[in-house]
């Protein structure tokens, strides 16, 4: 059964302390592999998509990675500004497409 | 740009009555999603159109869920008769075409139902 899962489900950081979240899937074939940050009270918003293993994105303070079968978001010296859930998703072209997401990883940053 | 708009934000009612939750996809984007959040499931898919044709509604839990997509600018979501195990929060997504390779998908802010 294709599944993602997010670990830790929680991380509190000091402001400037870095850290890696975790997305480990499985899934049969691998189309995407989405990052996406949710606010409270807001939908999630699109970060990166990744493609294939050994591939890298950044943004600001973010960058992603992606191996076969897992895909980590390293926060570099984050800022309070960063304190957001952090959800993982994948899509597979044998499950027509659909995008199957993690539970998320909840990211609290102490200033 | 404007983003996908979702209405109500919020929508408190009492067990049996019906709910309608309304969606505005973005402009020009072919595929609208309908997803599900709660603390215990995360993001669930319950149904998806493609060009205003529902593809899959294998998520919608049971027979009380419908959704109609009449044209490209807009969708409903129906609950009825609504229970108390439907609250949750609601959110519509659409995307371009999948065409040349896969499109993220953006996401509405949702609206957070409560049933009595």
């Known amino acids: 059964e294709d599944q993602v899962t997010q670990s830790p489900e929680a991380l509190r950081l000091q402001e400037g302390e870095s850290s890696s979240l975790n997305c480990s899937y499985t899934?049969?074939?691998?189309?995407?592999l989405f990052w996406y940050r949710q606010d409270p009270g807001k939908g999630p918003e699109f970060l990166f998509t990744?493609?294939?293993a050994g591939e890298e994105k950044e943004k600001e303070r973010l960058k992603a990675t992606l191996t076969k079968k897992e895909s980590f978001l390293h926060i570099t010296a984050p800022k309070p500004e960063d304190s957001a859930t952090y959800l993982c998703?994948?899509?597979?072209?044998?499950?027509?497409?659909?995008?199957?997401f993690g539970k998320g990883t909840r990211l609290h940053i102490l200033p | 740009d404007a983003g996908v708009i979702q209405s109500p934000r919020h929508e408190v009612t009492e067990m049996g009555q019906e709910v309608t939750l309304r969606c505005k996809p973005i402009?020009?984007?072919?595929?609208l999603f309908w997803y599900r959040q709660t603390m215990m499931r995360g993001l669930e898919l319950l149904i998806y159109?493609?060009?205003?044709?529902?593809?899959?509604d294998s998520g919608m839990p049971e027979d009380r869920f419908s959704a109609k997509m009449p044209n490209a600018s807009f969708s409903t979501l129906k609950i009825q008769p609504s229970e108390p195990r439907d609250s949750a929060v609601y959110f519509c997504?659409?995307?371009?075409?999948?065409?040349?390779?896969?499109?993220?998908?953006?996401f509405g802010d949702g609206t957070r139902l409560s049933i009595l």
């Open positions: 998703a994948v899509q597979s072209p044998y499950r027509d497409d659909k995008i199957i």
């Open positions: 990744l493609y294939s």
């Open positions: 899934v049969s074939g691998l189309r995407g």
């Open positions: 402009s020009g984007h072919d595929y």
């Open positions: 159109f493609n060009n205003n044709v529902p593809i899959d």
């Open positions: 997504a659409s995307s371009p075409s999948l065409a040349g390779g896969t499109k993220p998908q953006h």
